[in-house]
């Protein structure tokens, strides 16, 4: 891909993102049009006088939640962009090496354990809380699976691919296990977490998710070259300079960051970063110097729509966010494990 | 010239895969690596390309040791074709060649990167590949792909190149294989080093300056074909019968494998202790 038609494609992706936040703002229950949406826009800026009485509707509820969604999925689908190229396999996932089931398992013992044992403090500090301890499971799985998976050599893939898959069963027996011992409430929360919800953005969520997803695309899209390169294999990309090591330690760090952030403040969402960089790559290019930042902004188109699909389905209530992409995303797995067998057939 | 000091690699298990070797190799010398399966010279290669990290002893290429440079320092300096390289995602043949200048540029490649890809295209003859598909090209035409983006990555370097091929040969046909090994002496007759595995021994008699022949992890010649490939050391190497005789074409040994009856009465008659070292 020439890097004037890979300008091109990216530019339009960008319009694509902001148009959708527009657009996507206002749907739902109540209509917002886009004339109001500016009008609202130009008086927080203090150039237009405008009395919309949507003005709450949209910049407490909606703009923050669609703002949300476009920065999770930014960081969902350019983890899933980065793994995929340091596990030199497009089936990588960070829900499939157990990040994201480390992170929810964790907040599910936190949700059904402190709540019983301290239920005020459940109340005034749950979510900043429940926050907290999925991020910190989310850290401890990566750091896990990353001992496990190292060698003298660096870390062994394989070896991270099957403990990944150690760690999600686990995860899912640990969430299992808190589901049975659950209440009523709680088994609410459970489904919020395990499913996923963007329900509750708020500016400050948005705000920090937005930073840390910022903080890896910032890091993230430097080393496109070093990716490449792994698509030959990791000692060719040693032979043409690439420092295989700490691309990895850089990889896995930014991503761990990256989701464990999203899972703490919306749940698992999972196949954003598995569908969107193969979406990108069958219909474009596999070079990674347009698909980092192309699935970056794919991630939140997709994750935009799915949102707005979740909430408007079946008003007033909100179908889980997890539900829509596993809806869509599962046939585009399915789908790439059969391509990937039949190439395998003629290779 | 490429200085290698008493490297040698033992598996985590103690089995020693290459014993202490020394050697020299001149700028413009091709060196054409032999011997059995198992005998060490894919790890012999390895060791050269730092890709194993327990191997002892020291590796110099023009009095810098290659253990202290830092990856793209080395790249700088040294290109390396493995036997097969399977790519697991799509990517173009002219991105693949391209891949070869990464060491040389940050983010975009400039004018000359372009330059040094053209080139590479044209000596390595894949222009008619290069908006394919890395993975749908046959082996050889991979092969051949892979050494476009070693010659893109050694091209105008700040001083001499070091390639190492592992096998290249592997897919090619005839045809393919003396063009090939014709652009590999080129390349080297430029001022570089290349040190390549090779399983035709007469393709090795014929295009290379030295002959390096491994058995069970030693080197147990290194010379000019002529004189490392003996009849003796070929015995001892493969342990198979074989004769050797002028080339009647070329100034070079031809190495006939297999049973004319003389070979056989030779080795049969020979105690095979002779054949020991």
């Not at chain 1, 840390?212 to 294999?233: E, Q, W």
């Not at chain 2, 030295?210 to 070929?234: C, H, M, Q, S, W």
Request: charged share 15%; hydrophobic share 50%.
């Amino acid at each position: 891909m020439t890097s004037g038609k890979r300008s091109i494609l990216l530019t339009i992706l960008a319009l694509l993102v902001t148009a959708s936040i527009f657009v996507a703002s206002g749907l739902g229950a109540v209509k917002i049009t886009i004339i109001e949406i500016l009008d609202i826009l130009l008086t927080k800026l203090g150039i237009s006088n405008g009395q919309s009485q949507h003005e709450a509707v949209f910049w407490i509820i909606r703009l923050p939640r669609v703002l949300l969604s476009a920065f999770v999925g930014a960081g969902l689908a350019i983890s899933g962009t980065a793994m995929q190229g340091i596990f030199r396999n497009p089936l990588a996932d960070p829900s499939i090496i157990g990040i994201s089931s480390g992170a929810a398992s964790t907040a599910s013992v936190f949700i059904v354990v402190l709540s019983a044992i301290l239920p005020q403090w459940y109340t005034m500090w749950g979510v900043s809380l429940l926050s907290i301890a999925s991020f910190i499971g989310a850290a401890i799985t990566a750091w896990l699976i990353f001992t496990i998976s190292h060698t003298k050599r660096g870390a062994d893939l394989a070896t991270m691919l099957l403990a990944g898959i150690a760690i999600n069963a686990l995860g899912g027996a640990i969430t299992g296990v808190m589901t049975f011992l659950a209440d009523d409430v709680q088994l609410r929360s459970l489904t919020f977490w395990t499913l996923g919800s963007l329900g509750g953005a708020t500016w400050q969520s948005a705000g920090i998710v937005a930073a840390i997803t910022t903080v890896c695309l910032i890091f993230l899209i430097p080393i496109s070259k070093g990716l490449n390169a792994m698509a030959l294999g990791e000692s060719e990309a040693l032979h043409i300079g690439i420092n295989v090591q700490s691309l990895k330690v850089r990889v896995i760090i930014l991503t761990t960051l990256a989701v464990s952030a999203t899972v703490a403040f919306c749940g698992i969402i999972g196949f954003i970063g598995l569908a969107v960089p193969h979406i990108l790559r069958i219909s474009f290019s596999s070079d990674n110097r347009f698909l980092l930042p192309a699935s970056a902004l794919g991630g939140a188109l997709l994750l935009i729509w799915a949102d707005t699909l979740s909430r408007t389905i079946a008003q007033p209530a909100e179908v889980p966010i997890g539900v829509i992409t596993a809806l869509t995303g599962a046939p585009v797995f399915l789908y790439l494990l059969i391509q990937q067998k039949r190439k395998a057939k003629y290779a | 010239m490429l200085d290698v000091q008493n490297i040698s690699f033992a598996t985590p298990g103690g089995k020693k895969l290459l014993h202490p070797t020394s050697f020299k190799a001149g700028l413009g010398e091709l060196i054409a690596i032999i011997g059995p399966n198992g005998a060490g010279k894919s790890t012999l290669l390895k060791s050269l390309s730092n890709q194993l990290h327990d191997a002892s002893g020291d590796v110099f290429w023009n009095e810098a040791n290659l253990k202290n440079l830092s990856p793209q320092e080395q790249a700088l300096k040294r290109a390396v074709v493995a036997q097969q390289v399977y790519m697991t995602m799509e990517f173009p043949v002219r991105e693949v060649v391209l891949m070869g200048r990464y060491p040389h540029f940050q983010k975009q490649p400039s004018k000359h990167d372009f330059e040094a890809v053209d080139w590479a295209i044209r000596q390595a003859e894949v222009e008619h590949l290069i908006d394919r598909s890395y993975n749908s090209l046959s082996g050889g035409e991979q092969q051949r792909v892979q050494i476009a983006r070693a010659f893109a990555q050694l091209h105008e370097i700040n001083g001499p190149g070091l390639l190492l091929l592992d096998e290249p040969l592997n897919n090619l046909d005839i045809k393919h294989q003396h063009r090939f090994l014709d652009r590999v002496t080129e390349f080297t007759k430029q001022g570089n080093t290349t040190l390549l595995v090779i399983h035709d021994i007469n393709l090795a008699a014929l295009y290379a300056d030295k002959v390096a022949v491994l058995k069970n992890g030693e080197l147990i010649a290194f010379d000019t074909p002529v004189r490392a490939l003996t009849e003796k050391n070929l015995l001892t190497a493969y342990d198979f019968p074989v004769r050797v005789e002028h080339h009647p074409y070329h100034n070079a040994p031809a190495v006939y494998f297999g049973c004319p009856a003389t070979a056989h009465e030779k080795i049969n008659n020979s105690t095979s202790k002779q054949y020991q070292l």
